[in-house]
């Protein structure tokens, strides 16, 4: 398997942060990060939070996910030696640990917690650990921000052979109908 279950939760959690909590632009329209009551809203979406998630907690995803953005796009540009120094000080901040952790009835599992294992603070350690072990193993390259027009959201490819180029199917499909349509202005001529 090419990431365990874990692993691919926290990446998966990485890039939902990145994209529900960042502006830039979101398959091709402008996009603006919620604030107050819609941000609380989106990182409920976006790790399925519960309903007691408050408003500084949100505050503090929204500057994890700033700094995950940052990583986000020095690992898709092949930037690891700016990557690096910026994840670094996330995981210094959030004072990630690994410690073992399960459930009633299931298997021991290796957890990240954060300094003061606050849902924000867990969550932003968690998501720096996914991010560290992607980059500090054979899956830097398997991050990435979208390459279709007016969309800089990022995601993980999770494919068998690393060629995803867009963070949705949405992306893709706008940009295929932009060749075709190009190709067929051409004949046209």
Not at 54 to 64: K, S, V, Y
Not at 120 to 149: E, K, N, Q
Request: net charge negative; proline share 5%.
């Amino acid at each position: 398997m090419l990431f365990d279950s874990h692993m691919r939760t926290l990446l998966s959690a990485s890039a939902a942060l990145v994209n529900a909590l960042t502006p830039g632009e979101s398959h091709g329209r402008r996009y603006t990060a919620p604030e107050g009551a819609e941000r609380v809203a989106a990182v409920r979406e976006a790790l399925s939070a519960g309903p007691d998630l408050d408003p500084a907690e949100a505050d503090l995803l929204a500057g994890t996910a700033r700094a995950l953005r940052t990583i986000f796009e020095a690992a898709a540009a092949d930037r690891l030696d700016d990557a690096v120094p910026a994840l670094n000080t996330l995981l210094r901040e959030t004072g990630a640990r690994p410690q073992l952790d399960r459930s009633p009835g299931e298997p021991w599992q290796v957890h990240f917690h954060g300094a003061d294992d606050s849902y924000a603070v867990g969550w932003s350690a968690g998501c720096a650990t996914g991010l560290a072990m992607a980059l500090g193993g054979d899956y830097a390259g398997r991050l990435g921000v979208c390459a279709a027009p007016r969309c800089d959201r990022v995601y993980v490819d999770t494919s068998r052979n690393a060629g995803r180029q867009f963070c949705s199917t949405a992306c893709q499909n706008r940009v295929k109908t932009a060749v075709f349509r190009a190709r067929r202005a051409g004949e046209d001529t």
